[in-house]
């Protein structure tokens, strides 16, 4: 915090810590199995593409293995197929559709990082393993929402047939 003195009054003001990283709060309604694999997900996701600040860019591990030609782009293709399956252990797994976007997300990532040079900087900033997390973000709030719904249509029933009974 730095405080300034003018005319006699002190303000304060607090100094932005741009490496600081904020946590999501975990959607409402989803299982504690759920909750777990997305904080692993955005954990693995925040690594693999946020670690590091490169001249103001921020870059992670996927960023590194692209330097390395070919072996590194096959790593980091490796890698985003782990999140993938990661993500698709959440209770009754991921939608045809959802798991077809990750993968088209992890084709594209790898056929940019493939391309010499300008390949390694342009995937830095596509990130498909944090599309992939916020895809899977996504879907838990939704579901979330709906496991919120269901429980309150189930209270509300309960409170009508309370209420017939009297």
């Known amino acids: 915090e730095d405080i300034n003195l003018q005319n006699g009054s002190a303000s304060v003001k607090q100094k932005k810590n741009k490496s600081h990283r904020r946590k ?3 959607p409402l309604g989803i299982s504690d199995h759920d909750s777990h694999i997305l904080t692993r997900v955005r954990k693995q996701a925040y690594r693999l593409e946020w670690e590091f600040s490169l ?4 870059v992670g591990w996927t960023a590194v293995f692209g330097v390395i030609p070919i072996l590194g782009d096959l790593l980091k293709l490796w890698t985003s197929y782990q999140l993938i399956r990661q993500c698709d252990r959440i209770e009754g797994g991921l939608t045809n559709a959802i798991r077809g976007q990750m993968a088209i997300n992890m084709v594209i990532d790898f056929v940019i990082g493939i391309t010499p ?18 895809l899977l973000e996504e879907i838990l709030i939704r579901r979330g ?7 309150a249509s189930r209270i509300s029933e309960f409170e009508d047939s309370a209420i017939k009974q009297l």
Do not use: V
């Open 55 to 58: 001249f103001g860019l921020s």
């Open 24 to 26: 999501r709060p975990i």
């Open 145 to 151: 929402a709906e496991n919120l719904a269901m429980g």
């Open 117 to 134: 040079i300008l390949g390694t900087f342009a995937d830095a900033l596509y990130k498909a393993n944090s599309r992939n997390s916020i």
